[in-house]
């Protein structure tokens, strides 16, 4: 268990770079995504209030949230209440997702930011992002790891631990925890 080290990103250290320009860089989507009483537009724009409307359909696209957008009474018009009340906890993650798409950041962390979603739209959704973000670094933290099939690596982690490095093929064959998880989450599932 690391006690102390540094972090890189694409070969420069973190600690010498301006925490402005790292969190512009940075798209990071939490569990529970913050909106405020607003409207769908206002919220998807908030770190970016001149996106043009054609931009921000297009990551609401990205996120699996246009066409729920476009089911509510007033589209992106309509207001979603104090901290998104007036929406679901899935619809509010796809919101803070198109908020981050919009963003265009150069590494995507997402922390249990697809929790709330079925499992097929949190499919869809991951692959939108790969196909949108291609040659960025995309972070998934998530204890559901269907989602992780097409992961470049994946690393199994246990209180802070790490039990398991590889890829989907290579864990599965290693026939330890995350094959083990996985079957189990597969049987929960069917």
Known sequence: QAEEGRIFIDGTDISKVQIGSLRRQVGFVPQESILFDGTV????????????????????????????????????NTRVGERGGGLSGGQK???????????????????????????TTE??????????FAGSTILIVTHR????????????????VLLEDGNWSELIALQGSFATLAEQQQAATS
């Open 41 to 76: 537009m206002d919220n998807l724009r908030l770190n970016m209030p001149d996106a043009n409307y054609e931009v921000v359909i297009d990551a609401a696209r990205i996120a699996c949230a246009h066409e729920f957008i476009m089911s509510l009474p007033d589209g992106y």
């Open 145 to 160: 790891i269907a989602a992780l099939q097409d992961a470049d690596r994946i690393l199994l982690l246990d209180q802070g």
């Open 123 to 132: 499919t869809l959704l991951i692959q939108r992002l790969r196909d949108r």
């Open 93 to 119: 993650q796809r919101i803070a997702i198109a908020r981050m798409v919009l963003q265009n950041p150069r590494m995507i962390i997402l922390d249990e930011a697809t929790a709330a979603l079925d499992p």
